[in-house]
Structures are given as C-alpha cells and as structure tokens.
C-alpha cells in the first residue's frame, strides 16, 4: 500500500559537476536503490513514498499512483535530462497480477549521464551533506564460509522437468518454454549489499547493475528504455558457456551457427516485437543477432529500436506491461508457457525475472529484467540470499546441457559473493 499522501512534496536537483566518484560506493548498507552500467545510471536511498501493489491492474494502479504524486511535486530541475528531478525506482513481479510489485521514491538520488553528475532531494534532507562516499574497502568485509542449499529443486529432479517440457514441446502444446531454479545460500555474515554490487559492476560492466528492495544482481537484459519517443530494447536469448583458448572460439562459433539457439531467440525477438507495433510508427529488428559476450557466458542478442507515434499517450510502466513477459523469459505462446512454469517449476519467482528500473516525471526511464541476480531474504540474520538462474527450452534440448546452462548464470552471483 501507498504511504500516506501529503498536499505537497518539494523536490531539488542540483548540478555537482563532473565528479567521477563510483556511484555504487554512495550507497548505504540498509535501503539500497542502484541502476547503474558502464559508471553511469542513478542511485538512491532513504524513502519518501513507496507503493506495493498486486492485481490485475497493477501496473495502471502504479502508473496513475506516480502520475498523482508528480502532480503534486514541486519540482525544481535546472537539468532537464533523464533521471533528473523526481524519480522511483521500480521492481515489478514476474506475475504482476499474483505476486507484489514494490516502487519506492528515494529521499535522495544522485544520477550520472554523458559525464554530468547531480543529486536530487526530496522533501527536508539537506543536500549539503546528502551524499557520503563509503569506502570500497569498508564494502569488501568478508562475509566468510558461504553454504548452498537447493532451492525449490534439487538438480535431478529440475532436469526432469526440463524433459517434460520437451516432451509437451514435441507434443505440440507450446513452442518454448523458460525454466528456473533458485539456489540458497547462507554466509557466516550479513550479507552487504555494496560489497555484491560493488563486484558486480566491476566483473560485469557492460550489464545493468541493479539494486530495488533487496533484489539486487547485473542484468544483460534491457526490456525496454523511453527516452522522448524513443524506444530501445535488448533482446537476449540462446546461450553458450566461455571456455580457454581455442575452446572459447569453438563454442562462440557453435552459438554463431545453432539452429536451436536461433531458434530460441527468434521467438523472443518475435514476442517484444508484436507486442510494440501498436504503440510505434516505426520499429527496427534486425534480421540475423548479434553474439554478445559476457565474462562466464555468451547471448544472442537482438538490439530493438522503435518510435512511439505521436497520436499515442501509453506511458512507460503500461508499455512495459505490454510488452512483459517476453518470450525470453516466459515462452511461446505466452499463456501456454505461463502455465507450464507454475506447473513444473515448483516455486514462486517472485520478481525475479520480472521488470526492474526506474522512471521519472517526464515519462523517461529505463527497465531491465531482473536476471543474474538474488533475493537478500533476511533470513538468518541477514545472511541468508535466493539466488535464481533460468533458460530457454525448445525441440531439442538436453536437460544436462541446461543445468549446465544454469549453473553457469548462477556463478554470475557467486563469483560476487565468494572471497
């Protein structure tokens, strides 16, 4: 539920030059807010306002909820840009219509773009001491042993749901379908969210770096950014593991040249695809993806970009309602994939999966899907993460090949939290 409403809510965003301080070690150890890639992006603390919405019409229920709370901001933005002036961070469940979806606006945000750095403040905190640098090294106290657990599944029995998958697949009932697994993990010490995302940033640059209500990870997956009438996506889907040598070379060209990776892809490229046409006048896909190559693995990926007609009033959080789940995270066709996850699955995904970004007042804003990432669960004293892992399965794949697969997306994660 909203936080009570008040009849007017100042808000400042001030220039501080072109620092070049991390962002990612601005951040606070409780409350955490990032979306952050290549050094640049927002990040926040404190909470002004949050929203936690469930229902069929969630994502409507957020979107008028922030359109009502900009109306009543006064706002002074000598910036103008993306991410300046009022902001909320948003993570979306994967369901939105069964699970919860949290938006917070921060009390402060300090944004980065093309250089330029600014903070924004929101009601009474003095910005003159807003921002407070914390250390790397404060942020890289061990945690010590880690302990893995199985999530929901333990690997024997999730490869046997990725042969049911195939064999409904072959069936005829759907053409693909995207399978998970969680994997929990428990450390001798509370886990820091700035040590994760500090490592993450570091081994994943070119990824969105994420952190929204204890949901954090680096995504390599951008669901859909509005900038004007702009519209841009990455589409990711079909995967190969990094090797040594002339090894990584093999397996580049395998992905390169996989009928069934392409497969894959080409139905996530579909899905986001139909999905825009009616809100743009124009829309490019290209027609072969390119390989994108990450540290522990390899995507095809597909670089979208549209523009919404000018007759047209939809606004981020309804596009992007639109738009997810794609089929890169989901399957096709959409409702048959939806109901094979619940039924073979055997766990909640919660937001994992689910759109994660933020948007401001202008209608500008940028949503990944939350991938490669874990849930800070607070069990445990504060130790305890829900790491998740999924993959693509259509005609044709090898339930062992898949695991692999996961499991080579969950080191993603660990790599960050292990010393």
């Known amino acids: 539920m909203a936080a009570e409403a008040t009849d007017a809510t100042s808000v400042t965003t001030t220039a501080l030059g072109p620092r070049r301080t991390p962002l990612l070690t601005l951040l606070p150890a409780e409350g955490a807010l990032a979306w952050v890639r290549r050094g640049e992006g927002l990040v926040g603390w404190g909470e002004a306002d949050?929203?936690?919405?469930?229902?069929?019409?969630?994502l409507a229920e957020a979107a008028a909820w922030?359109?009502?709370?900009?109306?009543?901001?006064?706002?002074?933005?000598?910036?103008?840009?993306?991410?300046?002036?009022?902001?909320?961070?948003?993570?979306?469940?994967?369901?939105?219509?069964?699970?919860?979806s949290v938006f917070v606006v921060p009390e402060v945000v300090v944004g980065r773009r093309d250089g330029q750095t600014w903070v924004t403040v929101t009601g009474e905190a003095d910005d003159d001491h807003a921002v407070v640098e914390t250390s790397p090294q404060e942020a890289a106290t061990s945690i010590g042993r880690l302990a893995y657990a199985d999530g929901a599944l333990d690997p024997v029995?999730?490869?046997?749901?990725?042969?049911?998958?195939v064999r409904?697949?072959?069936?005829?009932?759907?053409?693909?379908?995207?399978?998970?697994?969680?994997?929990?993990?428990?450390?001798?010490?509370?886990?820091?969210?700035?040590?994760?995302?500090?490592?993450?940033?570091?081994?994943?640059?070119?990824?969105?770096?994420?952190?929204?209500?204890?949901?954090?990870g680096a995504t390599p997956e951008l669901l859909l950014r509005r900038t004007g009438r702009h519209l841009d996506a990455r589409v990711l889907a079909g995967t190969a593991p990094r090797g040594a040598g002339a090894d990584d070379d093999r397996l580049a060209a395998g992905l390169a040249e996989s009928v069934k990776d392409h497969a894959e892809h080409a139905y996530a490229v579909t899905s986001l695809a139909d999905a825009l046409r009616p809100f743009v006048e124009e829309l490019h896909?290209?027609?072969?993806?390119?390989?994108?190559?990450?540290?522990?693995?390899?995507?095809?990926?597909?670089?979208?970009?549209?523009?919404?007609?000018?007759?047209?009033?939809?606004?981020?959080?309804?596009?992007?309602?639109?738009?997810?789940?794609?089929?890169?995270v989901c399957g096709s066709p959409t409702a048959a994939a939806a109901r094979l996850i619940t039924e073979l699955e055997g766990m909640d995904r919660g937001r994992y999966a689910g759109p994660v970004g933020w948007l401001d007042t202008r209608g500008d804003g940028e949503f990944g899907l939350a991938l490669r990432c874990a849930e800070l669960t607070g069990a445990e004293g504060g130790r305890q993460a829900r790491l998740f892992a999924g993959c693509g399965i259509v005609s044709g794949s090898d339930p062992i090949a898949e695991l692999a697969e996961t499991q080579a997306k969950l080191a993603a994660f660990q790599t960050a939290l292990e010393d």
């Not at 949050?50 to 969630?58: D, Q, Y």
């Not at 995207?178 to 081994?203: E, G, I, N, S, Y």
């Open 168 to 216: 409904r697949i072959d069936a005829g009932e759907l053409d693909k379908v995207v399978l998970a697994r969680d994997l929990l993990v428990t450390a001798d010490r509370p886990l820091d969210p700035r040590r994760l995302l500090l490592r993450l940033a570091q081994r994943f640059p070119d990824t969105w770096t994420f952190a929204v209500e204890g949901l954090l």
């Open 285 to 328: 896909v290209p027609e072969h993806p390119a390989v994108l190559t990450l540290p522990n693995v390899r995507h095809l990926a597909s670089d979208v970009h549209g523009r919404q007609r000018d007759d047209d009033d939809t606004g981020l959080l309804e596009l992007v309602g639109a738009v997810h789940p794609t089929a890169a």
């Open 50 to 58: 949050r929203l936690e919405v469930t229902g069929p019409h969630a």
């Open 66 to 100: 922030w359109a009502d709370r900009c109306a009543r901001t006064d706002a002074h933005d000598p910036l103008g840009v993306p991410g300046s002036g009022p902001v909320v961070f948003a993570s979306i469940a994967f369901d939105p219509t069964a699970g919860t």
């Open 157 to 165: 029995t999730w490869c046997g749901a990725v042969t049911a998958a």
